[in-house]
T-cell receptor, first 116, second 120 residues
Framework: AQKITQTQPGMFVQEKEAVTLDCTYD???????LFWYKQPSSGEMIFLIY??????QNATEGRYSLNFQKARKSANLVISASQLGDSAMYFC?????????????FGSGTKLNVKP | GAGVSQSPSNKVTEKGKDVELRCDPI?????LYWYRQSLGQGLEFLIY????????KSGLPSDRFSAERTGGSVSTLTIQRTQQEDSAVYLC??????????????????FGAGTRLSVL
């Protein structure tokens, strides 16, 4: 089974609107971390936001927030007030296990296009 | 520099030749990762180094691929006898492995800009 599933290969959003990028994960571990990365056309992966499995509050970083629903095993990224510069590929990732620092899994990504 | 540095940024080679890709991690980061990203795809794990421990090579696709990390810092990924299917972007990431009092340490990976390898 896929460890990370991103079901939206591509999405469009109007500038200044909010958008949600879906991510579901599969693990039987109680300890795990969830990450979102942005990859613009330049190719570099940029870390956006992190959520630990024991964190009770949803993570927020500026315009980014992570809608963490543990029972559903989902970790959707919400971008508020979209900007043209948000157009990029977005990858959801999971680190599985408390000390398994080599166990990172990435989804296939969602390409976000922000329309003016 | 402040970030992860990879060189070269682009590499074009002929089928059958060997190539070396270099990664200079963030100073002080103990963990280093190599990934491969084919066009329009997600990241494929290749290899992981952590301090002086034996590397996790479980993601290397064949014995033509090898990597080393000298002095716990710079890493080189070597692909011998390159094939056209090796064409991809090779990404390196580093992280500071922290096992502190928090229940789950973040261990965020920071990525370089990648090396785009084209095998003709």
């Amino acid at each position: 089974a896929q460890k990370i599933t991103q079901t939206q290969p591509g999405m469009f959003v109007q500038e200044k609107e909010a958008v949600t990028l879906d991510c579901t994960y599969d693990t039987s571990d109680q300890s795990y971390g969830l990450f979102w990365y942005k990859q613009p056309s330049s190719g570099e992966m940029i870390f956006l936001i992190y959520q630990g499995s024991y964190d009770e509050q949803n993570a927020t970083e500026g315009r980014y927030s992570l809608n963490f629903q543990k029972a559903r095993k989902s970790a959707n990224l919400v971008i508020s007030a979209s900007q043209l510069g948000d157009s990029a590929m977005y990858f959801c990732a999971m680190r599985e296990g408390q000390y398994n620092f080599n166990k990172f899994y990435f989804g296939s990504g969602t390409k976000l296009n922000v329309k003016p | 520099g402040a970030g992860v540095s990879q060189s070269p940024s682009n590499k074009v080679t002929e089928k059958g030749k060997d190539v070396e890709l270099r990664c200079d991690p963030i100073s002080g980061h103990t963990a280093l990762y190599w990934y491969r990203q084919s066009l329009g795809q997600g990241l494929e794990f290749l290899i992981y180094f952590q301090g002086n421990s034996a590397p996790d090579k479980s993601g290397l696709p064949s014995d033509r691929f090898s990597a080393e990390r000298t002095g716990g810092s710079v890493s080189t990924l070597t692909i011998q006898r390159t094939q056209q299917e090796d064409s991809a972007v090779y990404l390196c990431a580093s992280s500071l492995v922290v096992t502190g009092p928090s229940l789950l340490a973040k261990n965020i990976q920071y990525f370089g800009a990648g090396t785009r390898l084209s095998v003709l």
